[in-house]
C-alpha cells in the first residue's frame, strides 16, 4: 500500500513569492491533514479535512495560507505571499478516521529567504 | 486547553543503558488518547505507540509505556538502548486535534 505522498519535497523562494504544496493521502483515508513543524520543534496543526469539508482551521493563517481538497482526497496547501517566518516543513498527513492513527508523508521542506 | 509537556529536550545516554522520556499531559477530557512518535533525521514522524487504558503497558519495538490517568503521565521507556534508536521522541495528545509536546532528542553514544 502506497504511503502518503507530498510534493514538492523542497522549495526555496524570496519573500513575497507564492508557493503551492501537494499531498496525496493514503487511499481510502477520509481525513487529512497539514501541519507545519519550525526547525527543532513539533509538528504544529494548521488545517484538517474530513473529505472535503475543513472541520478545523483556526491556526492556518488565513491571510496569507489556504488549503482545499475539492474531491476529499488531494490537498493542495498554497502561501500567497511567503515571509521568512514561514520556513519550516510542512507535513501532511491522514487517517482512516479522525483519531485514528495518522500517517505522515516525507514533508515540503520551505526555506524563504 | 489541552497541552502536552516533555521536559527533557536531550536525553544522552550509552549504548545499553535504560531509556526513560517523559511525557505529562494536561486535558479537561475523561478518556485521553496518548501517543508516542519517533523521527529520525530528515524523516517524517512515525507512530511508535497509543494507549487509551488506563494503567495497561503497551509495548512496540522493545520500546513501552503505561498511560497513568492519576498521573497524568505516559513515559517511554526502553531496557536498553541501541545506537538506532537515537532520534526525536515526540509525545502527543489526542483531543478534538492532535497536540505534540516539543520533543525529546534522544542521542545514544557507543
Known amino acids: 500500500e502506497a504511503g502518503v505522498t507530498q510534493s514538492p519535497r523542497y522549495a526555496v523562494l524570496q519573500e513575497g513569492q507564492a508557493v503551492s504544496f501537494w499531498c496525496d493521502p493514503i487511499s481510502g483515508h477520509d481525513t487529512l491533514y497539514w501541519y507545519q513543524q519550525p526547525r527543532d520543534q513539533g509538528p504544529q496543526l494548521l488545517v484538517y479535512f474530513r473529505d472535503e469539508a475543513v472541520i478545523d482551521n483556526s491556526q492556518l493563517p488565513s491571510d496569507r495560507f489556504s488549503a482545499v481538497r475539492p474531491k476529499g482526497t488531494n490537498s493542495t496547501l498554497k502561501i500567497q505571499s511567503a515571509k521568512q517566518g514561514d520556513t519550516a516543513t510542512y507535513l501532511c498527513?491522514?487517517?482512516?478516521?479522525?483519531?485514528?492513527?495518522?500517517?505522515f508523508g516525507p514533508g515540503t521542506r520551505l526555506t524563504v529567504l | 486547553g489541552d497541552s502536552v509537556t516533555q521536559t527533557e529536550g536531550l536525553v544522552t545516554l550509552t549504548e545499553g543503558l535504560p531509556v526513560m522520556l517523559n511525557c505529562t499531559y494536561q486535558t479537561i477530557y475523561s478518556n485521553p488518547f496518548l501517543f508516542w512518535y519517533v523521527q529520525h533525521l530528515n524523516e517524517s514522524p512515525r507512530l511508535l505507540l497509543k494507549s487509551f487504558t488506563d494503567n495497561k503497558r503497551t509495548e512496540h519495538q522493545g520500546f513501552h509505556a503505561t498511560l497513568h490517568k492519576s498521573s497524568s503521565s505516559f513515559h517511554l521507556q526502553k531496557s536498553s538502548a541501541q545506537l538506532s534508536d537515537s532520534a526525536l521522541y515526540y509525545c502527543a495528545y489526542m483531543g478534538y486535534k492532535l497536540t505534540f509536546g516539543t520533543g525529546t532528542s534522544l542521542l545514544v553514544d557507543p
Open positions: 498527513a491522514s487517517s482512516l478516521g479522525t483519531g485514528d492513527e495518522q500517517y
